[in-house]
């Protein structure tokens, strides 16, 4: 086996016995970055040298057994986590020579560990979008299908796991964006309950529904990843001061006495039938397994949408006032005024899609608009919460397809906002209540990816875990790898 296909925990056990070193595990990925990502482009910046740097100092640490499970592993980070000295670009023009001065807190946590960063990786700019192709850069491919998109925002770290250009990796999530990428590549995504990870040092998109979460080859490693990033942090004050548990215990391999819900408005009109075949099949799995399942209804699902592209758009446009070219990122120095330099820089430093949500949610916020959009939208907010905690009280946990869709054409969808926007109905909701949500690999159609995801009530990521525990070890879909 090639070094860089392990997983978290099967690199850790080589890497304990002192089979290999870290040193070993990263030149393997490394090298498999250089023949790839020509290929896939998931990656803004390939970090080599400080790779190495990290990975020697992880083997001494081997030496004096001062190691955990992260120790020596290779990670790719999204690039819109903050990480000192390294640039951090939200694949914007107007971040693209900024390298931050402080690391974001899941930075740290990982660097405690010992955890080696190889890369930064690709996105839709400020994680806006659900295709990769928002990147000012260039967009990121599927390797399942190159002529296709990965997904997005996280579509440069789901590709980067999926092709093994890292053992793992993290990965934001505003409305699906860990979740409908890594549904997209094959490979497990698990966005946090909102609070449960620290977002000190994540670059704001929608302040009320953000959350970095992982990026892995399998459940076990979502787990260990969940195990050293979650926790209450003084620097984020949205951040939740509840135990983190070790996650790792949640991963059990049969569902007796476990009660599962199957919403009926999550198999959405325009659904494919294909993704809907796929989801029957893993349903009935999980009743092998020894789940009782039933339909359930979710009908303020509806609203959703609606209330996301209020809401996020909202926030983003007052997160967003802060590149104005004065304090950091792009300036636009040919000018006649200060207006016209700000006017100016934010002209040429945003793109079209990041110009839209700044003019949707300066529309919704306005004068005389305010009650009747943001106000609006934040009570049928609480109607969806509140939605999912009354059917919360029935099931442990709700089974859905991550997309209602494959992966679809590059370019296919750019001309029409409302269809992207589509890609994530599935997801948005989850967000929206600010319950968790994982997706794990769960078959294909015509060779093309499709995700099963399952949510649990706020803080019981446990579930979540061992839900898709249980399914995984049942399948072997996990295992099956794109050839690039
Ligand atoms: N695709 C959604 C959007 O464009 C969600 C993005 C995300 O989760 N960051 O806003």
Redesign the pocket.
Known sequence: MNLYELTIHEAHRLLRKREISSVDLTNAVLDRIGKVDEKVDALMTVTNELALVQAQKADERFKAEDVTTLTGIPAVIKDNICTRGIRTTCSSKMLENFVPPYNATVMEKLNAQGTVMVGKANM?EF????SNENSAFYPTRNPWDMERVPG???GGPSVSVATDETIFALG???????R?PAGFCSVVGLKPTYGRVSRYGLVA?ASS??QIGPLTKDVTDAALVLNVIAGHDTNDSTSVPEPVPDYTKSLIPDLRGIRLGVPKEYFVEGMEEGVKQTIENAISKLKELGASIEETSLPNTKYALSV?YII?PSEASANLSRYNGVKYGFSHQDADSMWDAMEKTRQYGFGP?VKR?IMLGTYALSTGYYDAYYLKAQKVRTLIRQEFNQVFEKFDALITPTSPTVPFKIGEKMDDPMQ??L??VC??PI?IAGIPGITVPAGFVDGLPVGMQILAKPFAEETLLHVAYAYEQATDWHKHKPTV
Do not use: P, V
């Open positions: 839709d994680a806006m979008g659900s997005g925002s996280s934001s999530d505003t409305g699906g964006s860990i409908q998109f529904l953000d996301y996020a899609e949500r992207m926007y890609a994530d997801t948005l967000n």
